[in-house]
């Protein structure tokens, strides 16, 4: 199992989900590091609601089997909506992709900083389809809005989690999306699909 540690020697982290696949291994490390996390499900960006709710059911299923708290950010796509206005034909790591990351990582900060937690993370960066970059810059953003607060920059994609993470897929059947969520990469996918 990857060793880790908190940049402030922290026991406790506000983790922002995307969904179950990406979560359980990071979850899993988490805790046999000594580290528990909170789960903050805050994904506006996932479109249809359906989907929304599939994702939402089989990340709480998972938090609530480790024994962990799940905190649900509520579903606000016209917000969401609203903020991506204008970049609806940027590519896959374009601009719309750091906006969207800014905007949930923001809210994750603000629900850290007003209910006592110094850290926080995000499973966006265990996707190799996302461009870390991106994710780190936008947690750095959220955070410096939110002065109490500590983006935690770690790269998930190491020490075996992407092995781990496709092991519990399979042991626990979980529901595995083809897309990240937003309409637009799903109206790519169903375009590619066509194409096939």
């Known amino acids: 199992m990857l060793q880790i540690k908190t940049p402030n020697g922290e026991d406790k ?3 922002h989900s995307c969904c179950a696949p990406c979560s359980s291994a990071i979850i899993e490390c988490m805790l046999a590091n000594g580290i528990r996390p909170t789960i903050f499900y805050c ?5 249809p609601q359906e989907e929304y709710e599939i994702r ?18 509520d579903y606000d796509y016209e917000h969401w909506r609203n903020a991506m206005h204008g970049l609806e034909d940027e590519p896959e790591r374009g601009g719309r992709c750091l906006k969207c990351f800014t905007l949930r990582l923001t809210e994750t900060a603000r629900y850290a ?13 265990s996707s190799r389809w996302k461009n870390l970059e991106q994710i780190n810059e936008a947690g750095k953003r959220a955070a410096t809005l939110y002065p109490a607060t500590i983006f935690w ?3 998930w994609r190491k020490g075996g989690l992407q092995d781990r993470r496709n092991q519990l897929l399979k042991e626990y059947d979980f ?3 083809q897309y990240c969520g937003c309409e637009f990469s799903m109206k790519r996918l169903n375009t590619v699909n066509k194409e096939v």
């Open 13 to 15: 982290v506000l983790l």
């Open 43 to 47: 994904n506006p960006n996932i479109y």
């Open 153 to 155: 920059e770690q790269s």
């Open 56 to 73: 939402k059911a089989e990340a709480i299923r998972y938090v609530q089997d480790m024994g962990l708290d799940f905190i649900d950010a």
């Open 113 to 125: 900083s007003e209910h006592g937690f110094s850290l926080f993370t995000t499973t966006l960066a």
């Open 175 to 177: 529901y595995n999306q």
